[in-house]
Each structure stands twice: as structure tokens, then as C-alpha cells.
């Protein structure tokens, strides 16, 4: 059966059977035809479908200026945190809950100490980990300044590795 869109044209693929076609691009990036075949699939969804593929992330906002700070994950898929400690640990504990195998959580701080001041350190649980390439950083960037960090629990070692670590967003 021939592809009638424009964009595309079914030409024998060489060295085949000429009934097998490829598909050949006109004039079209592949980007392009990649965003046409996404915007095809969700128009063919049906509306309850459409409505159940986007799960929005679940946010915890904890209270200003803590200076210990649980992560949510049975909760939670982002933890937000806006401090002005100066100086001092800011403690981060063992996640709550029961994670799965491969769940994200992330957090974000925004770190603002006072003038003069300087952001606290970080104390890690054994529970969090970084990489032989990304150590858990020391403290925030501070300055008013936001840091994200992405963790993926690892069943088979009962840990959340650090897998993105992204400072300095102002």
C-alpha cells in the first residue's frame, strides 16, 4: 500500500523484494517527520486516554529555612526547599517511604543567606550517594541562586544515586 503523505515517498528498498517498500524523505527534516508522527499518536488518543497520559509531578514545598530535611519519596517526586541559613549543616536524611526500583525523586533548593553570610554545608546519608565522576556536592551555590538534583533508587543496593546534579540556575 503506498504512503499518501506528502512528505513522504515508498520506493522499493534495493536489494529486496520490490513489493517490501523504505520510506524516503523529501525535503523533510527528520526532526520534522518525528514531531508529525507525535502529533498523529496524540490525535488518535481518545479524550479519556489523552487524560491519563500526562501525570503531573507531585510537590512537596518544605518550610522555609530547615535545617534538616527529609525527602518525601512516598510522596513526593520533587522537594522544593528556600533557606536563608548562614553558615551550619543543612542535614539530608534517609528518604521516607518505599521506593521502587528506578523511581526519581528531585530536589530543588534555592539557597539565600544573608549578606555577609555564607550557605551551610550539606551532611549526606549513607543512603544517597554520588558517582566516581559527580561526588555529592558540599553546599548549595547560595546567592539566591537554585540547585537541582535528580536521585534514582537502586533496589539491589538499597541506595539513591545521584544521577544529575545541576547548580547555579538564577
Keep these: 500500500m503506498r504512503n499518501t503523505r506528502p512528505e513522504y515517498d515508498a520506493v522499493p528498498a534495493p536489494d529486496s523484494d520490490p513489493s517490501s517498500t523504505r520510506r524516503r524523505f523529501l525535503g523533510v527534516s527528520l526532526a520534522s517527520a518525528l514531531l508529525v508522527g507525535a502529533a498523529e499518536a496524540l490525535a488518535n488518543e481518545t479524550p479519556a486516554a489523552a487524560a491519563t497520559t500526562y501525570v503531573p509531578p507531585r510537590i512537596v514545598n518544605l518550610p522555609a529555612n530547615t535545617t534538616s530535611v527529609t525527602l518525601p519519596s512516598a510522596t513526593a517526586d520533587q522537594v522544593n526547599l528556600a533557606t536563608n541559613q548562614s553558615g ?10 518505599t521506593p521502587v526500583d528506578g523511581q526519581r525523586l528531585s530536589f530543588r533548593i534555592t539557597s539565600t543567606p544573608p549578606t555577609g553570610g555564607v550557605p551551610p554545608t550539606y551532611a549526606w546519608p549513607t543512603t544517597i550517594r554520588g558517582s566516581l565522576y559527580g561526588a ?20 539491589s543496593t538499597a541506595v539513591w ?7 547555579g540556575f538564577a
Excluded: E, H, K
Design 161 to 167: 544515586d545521584m544521577v544529575a546534579y545541576v547548580a
Design 136 to 155: 555529592l556536592p558540599i553546599s548549595p551555590t547560595g546567592q539566591g541562586l537554585t540547585d537541582y538534583f535528580v536521585f534514582v533508587w537502586r533496589a
Design 88 to 97: 551550619g549543616t543543612l542535614t539530608v536524611t534517609t528518604p521516607s517511604g
